[in-house]
């Protein structure tokens, strides 16, 4: 494992939002929704591609807090642009378990 610096750090920009519409994405490799994603005022609604339909269904997802990393750039996924990096960590199974904040918290609000 590498160490950065505290700057390296604060250039990755992570912030919660409220997923407000899930689709299904039947064009992607491994299975996956297409989230929207609430995260407030500053950012606005942004779209992501994320495998996680086998611990997640529509009824869910919706309403859930998520962090996101919003400053990766947009990511081409097959005829889907992905436009944050929506966090989880995988589970015994490698299933991906959502990262989310402890209790809801402003949409919007940056990690610190």
């Not at 064009?27 to 929207?36: G, M, N, V």
């Not at 589970?91 to 940056?110: I, Q, T, Y």
Request: charge should be neutral.
């Amino acid at each position: 494992m590498s160490v950065i610096s505290f700057d390296d750090f604060t250039k990755v920009d992570i912030r919660v939002g409220t997923i407000i519409g899930v689709q299904p994405f039947p064009e992607a490799r491994k299975p996956a929704w297409k989230l929207t994603i609430d995260l407030g005022a500053e950012i606005g609604t942004k779209r992501s591609s994320a495998q996680i339909t086998d611990l997640y269904g529509i009824d869910d997802l919706m309403g859930r807090q998520v962090a996101c990393v919003v400053n990766l750039g947009p990511r081409q996924i097959g005829p889907f642009i992905s436009e944050v990096l929506t966090l989880g960590f995988p589970d015994k199974d490698k299933n991906v378990v959502l990262v989310a904040p402890e209790r809801a918290v402003p949409n919007g609000s940056r990690l610190f």
